[in-house]
């Protein structure tokens, strides 16, 4: 069993391309080095040209993950992660699409999958700055504390409208 909620316009696009196994999906999709909380995976969308998702596996952090890593006994927390975005979006904040939340049932309970748009010419903060760094030893220190200042701006802005999430995904 599973619990799909994709967005209307890539809902052909995703279903054909498997989501409702994110599992296999996840597998069969290439790794890639941008890392949050374990690995990400990126896969060209099907019928659209240039077009580029990146599948992440809901896992947990704190003390708990060492006991149980990807498991969760309520289907709820691709949701609640789809919810997050959705309302930071409403709230004017910049954030990617979510094209999808899937929570795949397993024998002790339920896998989370969060399907995005990779927004083309990004990069996370820390991948960001290694390339700076070696683009540019020497104006690396200046480029970083403006990034830093950037995201610190965008965090103040958060706490302004009323986000607070653990994660700053």
Excluded at 107 to 136: C, H, M, S
Aim: charged share 25%; net charge positive.
């Amino acid at each position: 069993a599973a619990h799909i909620v994709v967005h209307a316009k890539y809902r052909d696009c995703l279903l054909e391309q498997g989501i409702d196994r994110p599992d296999l999906l996840f597998q069969k999709a290439l790794p890639d080095e941008r890392r949050g909380r374990g690995s990400i995976r990126v896969l060209p969308l099907t019928d659209r040209p240039g077009e580029r998702m990146i599948i992440r596996q809901c896992l947990r952090g704190g003390m708990l993950r060492f006991i149980n890593r990807d498991v969760y006994l309520r289907c709820h927390r691709p949701l609640q992660e789809l919810a997050v975005s959705v309302q930071a979006a409403a709230a004017g904040l910049p954030t990617a699409l979510v094209l999808a939340a899937v929570s795949l049932r397993v024998a002790r309970g339920w896998k989370g999958y969060l399907f995005i748009q990779e927004l083309a010419g990004y990069d996370d903060v820390p991948t960001y700055l290694k390339f700076l760094q070696q683009q540019n030893p020497t104006d690396f220190f200046t480029a970083k504390r403006a990034i830093l200042r950037s995201v610190a701006a965008l965090i103040t802005l958060m706490h302004e409208r009323g986000f607070e999430h653990g994660d700053l995904n």
